[in-house]
Structures are given as structure tokens and as C-alpha cells.
């Protein structure tokens, strides 16, 4: 099955040949290049890679520029060391810079330049390559904008909602049992729905409609992480409590403090521990109880 990353790169590779061949570009192999570089999962990350990739040209364009009008010489050994040295400071620079998503696009038009021939001239080459680079990622953000952009929000409400569901049976289960916690897991599970809510963040601003999302502000989605971050804090140690599986049921342990392992105080903590993790599922829970939206109506 296509995923909509690869459909909408395919649509946005259509457009810019058709506006190339309207604006009659000298380079659409170029304006290609760009459009399925900067297409990204998410419209935010499309509109950072695209002004990553649009100063990595600007550069690669500069180099190429440098090259030719400055280093380029009849010995062909002095021309492989210049344009190696080129790439490499490019690569620095766009690395000190936090670039880095932008060296391939630089190096391509770095050795573009110096490399293949050309009828015009360097510099109106390069500018045509700068131009041509623009109009491929220009074209790209709008097709993830308006060509069935990322829901992320819907996303990170199902992620929440499976989470605390399965979560919740897997420890009732488990402790009824007596078996170990899957806390690694739960924070693998974790650290994807905070990416989730990142990526809905991000392309929040560049949304056409407005949002339903319960959690408008960040104090909303801190207090809803917190809890679920208490969750797994608490997970943790009624693992380590866990009569069956803890290294402090020994033979020896048993001997001394008899066949019920969380005797003399030890009960107490666990007791405590499992009630912190269910007051926190409900914190979350009551988070989630916003309007019926179709994919949270089952809470």
C-alpha cells in the first residue's frame, strides 16, 4: 500500500514538471531533485528542510562560482583537489550551522557547476540553479499543505488513547499475576507520542483549519505527560517490588521474613506505588474526556 508521503511526492513531481514546461525552466531535472528532497512527513519539517536546502544551494552555487572563475586550471590533479576541498568546507560549514539535512543538495549543485558543461555562463548557471531549487520546494510545501496534509492530531489522540487502555489492562493483569512490567515498553511507547505531539505542534501554524485538540496550550499537554511519565516512575519500582520477580525473592528471603514477601512494611510501599500508577491513569483519562470527536468517543 502507497503511504501518503510517497502519493503526495508523486503529485508534487507532476506540478513542477507541468511548471516547468509552462515557465519554460532551463534545468527542470533540477526543480525535480528538490521537490522529492524536500517532501517530509510533516509540513513543518517540509518548510525547515526547504529553507535548509535553499541556503545549501546558495552555497554549492557560491563554490561552484569560486571554482570556476578563481580555481579552475589546466591540470586535471589541481581540479580534483580544489573541488574536493570545496565540498569539504561546504560540508563544515553547513554542519557548524546545523544544516546538515542540506549537504546533499549542496554538493550536487557544487559539482554541477564545476563539472558538466555549460552553454550560459557560471554565474547566471548557478542563479538558474537557485531558482530552480526554489520553485521544487516552494512546490513541495504547498502540495503538504493542501494535498492531504499530515494529521498529526488525530494521530497523537489515538496514541494516548491505545496507550492508557493497554497499558492499564497489561499492569492489572501483570500484578494480579505476579509477572514482570514491560517498563521499557511503556517508555519506548512514550518517547513516540512526544514526537507525535511535537510534529502536531509544529504543523499547527501552518494549518488551514482550525484544531479541536483538547490540549491547547503546553501546560495542557505538560501536565498530561507528567502523569504519564509518573506512570511509568511507578511502573518501575513495583516491578522491582514484584513478588515473583524481584532479586530480593531469594530462599534465603523467604527463610527470614516468611512466605509472604511483602510483609513487615514492604506491602505498604507496593500498595502505594500501584495506587499512584492509578491515580495517574485517571489524570490522563480525565484529560482525554473532551467532545466526541469519532476517535475518542470510547474512552
Known amino acids: ?48 528542510s526547504g529553507i535548509g536546502r535553499i541556503l545549501g544551494t546558495a552555497l554549492g552555487g557560491f563554490g561552484g562560482i569560486l571554482y570556476t572563475e578563481y580555481l579552475s586550471s589546466q591540470y586535471q590533479f589541481l581540479n580534483s583537489l580544489f573541488i574536493g576541498m570545496l565540498a569539504m568546507a561546504n560540508i563544515y560549514i553547513l554542519n557548524r550551522f546545523k544544516w546538515n539535512k542540506a549537504i546533499q543538495i549542496s554538493l550536487i549543485v557544487l559539482t554541477s557547476i564545476c563539472l558538466l558543461p555549460k552553454a550560459e555562463g557560471e554565474v547566471y548557471y548557478s542563479i538558474v540553479r537557485i531558482f530552480d531549487t526554489i520553485i521544487g520546494i516552494i512546490i513541495a510545501f504547498l502540495v503538504n499543505i493542501f494535498v492531504l ?38 517508555l519506548t511507547r512514550l518517547m513516540k507520542l512526544k514526537e507525535l505531539y511535537r510534529m502536531y505542534r509544529n504543523d499547527t501554524k501552518w494549518s488551514m483549519k482550525k484544531s ?29 517490588l514484584n513478588p515473583k520477580q524481584s532479586v530480593w525473592n531469594t530462599d534465603e528471603s523467604r527463610k527470614k521474613e516468611g512466605e509472604d514477601f511483602l510483609s513487615e512494611g514492604r506491602r505498604e510501599v507496593y500498595d502505594y506505588h500501584v495506587g499512584k500508577i492509578m491515580e495517574n491513569f485517571e489524570i490522563v483519562e480525565e484529560s482525554l474526556k473532551v467532545p466526541c470527536t469519532g476517535y475518542n468517543c470510547n474512552i
Open 212 to 240: 479541536a485538540i483538547y490540549f491547547a496550550s503546553e501546560e495542557d499537554f505538560s501536565k498530561l505527560i507528567k502523569a504519564l511519565e509518573e506512570v511509568y516512575t511507578h511502573l518501575k519500582i513495583v516491578d522491582e
Open 149 to 186: 496534509p499530515p494529521n498529526h492530531e488525530e494521530k497523537f489522540l489515538r496514541s494516548v488513547l491505545e496507550m492508557v487502555k493497554d497499558e492499564k489492562i497489561k499492569f492489572a493483569d501483570r500484578v494480579r499475576e505476579g509477572q514482570p512490567i514491560d517498563t521499557e515498553g511503556l
Open 1 to 48: 500500500m502507497l503511504g501518503m508521503r510517497t502519493i503526495k511526492t508523486g503529485i508534487a513531481i507532476v506540478i513542477t514538471l507541468f511548471v516547468a514546461e509552462i515557465f519554460h525552466l532551463t534545468y527542470p531535472f533540477f526543480a525535480v531533485i528538490a521537490t522529492f528532497i524536500a517532501m517530509q512527513s510533516s509540513i513543518d519539517e517540509t518548510y525547515q
